[in-house]
């Protein structure tokens, strides 16, 4: 099965020098991935650092553009205060006034957003509306959950809720079912 004559085929592997150099030369490439390594994660970090950095900047100056848009609206208000405290115009037209100062501030909270919640007449969504009262209504005109009265207006921004609407809902007198249901 074994012959002898075929030892003399078998190869003899690397040698101990061509060992030698080819750790040497792996060694060579570890250190030098090693290296990148540590250079892509120094960069890495110092990226992370930046963007932190600017993130800062961004949120201490995130309000600059709101506020230039306001700081008209704010001269008009403080020019009305001095118009009422100083007699200069009567009151119908400081109220006239403040009402073109409020109209001037809600087209600047539109442009970035903000839009006032529609409630009398709407259905009640709990999303949207907070129910502080319910009031009895028998007028059929008047669907059960409708909202009769706002007391507070609701607003979002684009699409998120920032505060919701206090409302009246109107509610049904109860049936003489509905009676005996609830007992």
């Known amino acids: 099965m074994f012959d002898d004559d075929n030892t ?10 061509d060992l030698h150099a080819r750790i040497t030369e792996l060694e060579g490439g570890l250190a ?44 008009h208000l403080e020019l009305a205060l001095q118009s009422a405290d100083g007699g200069q115009q009567s009151p119908q037209e400081v109220l006239a006034g403040v009402k073109m100062i409020y ?7 539109e442009q970035f957003g ?23 209504i028998e007028d059929e005109a008047i669907s059960a959950g409708q909202i009769v009265e706002e ?5 979002k921004l684009r699409d998120r809720l920032l505060r919701p609407a206090e409302v009246c809902v109107c ?12 007992e």
């Open 8 to 17: 003399d085929e078998i190869a003899e592997g690397p040698s101990r020098e």
């Open 32 to 75: 030098e991935a090693e290296d990148r390594y540590l250079r892509a994660a120094a960069e890495l970090r110092n990226y992370r650092q930046r963007v932190v950095e600017q993130q800062a900047q961004q949120m201490q100056y995130a309000h600059e553009q709101l506020i230039s848009v306001l700081l008209p609206i704010l001269d």
């Open 103 to 109: 109209r001037q501030l809600g087209e600047a909270l």
């Open 114 to 136: 903000l839009t006032r919640l529609e409630t009398v007449g709407q259905q009640f969504d709990p999303q949207w509306h907070e129910a502080i009262e319910r009031r009895l």
């Open 151 to 155: 007391f507070r207006p609701g607003y």
């Open 171 to 182: 509610t049904r007198p109860e049936t003489p079912e509905e009676a005996r249901a609830g």
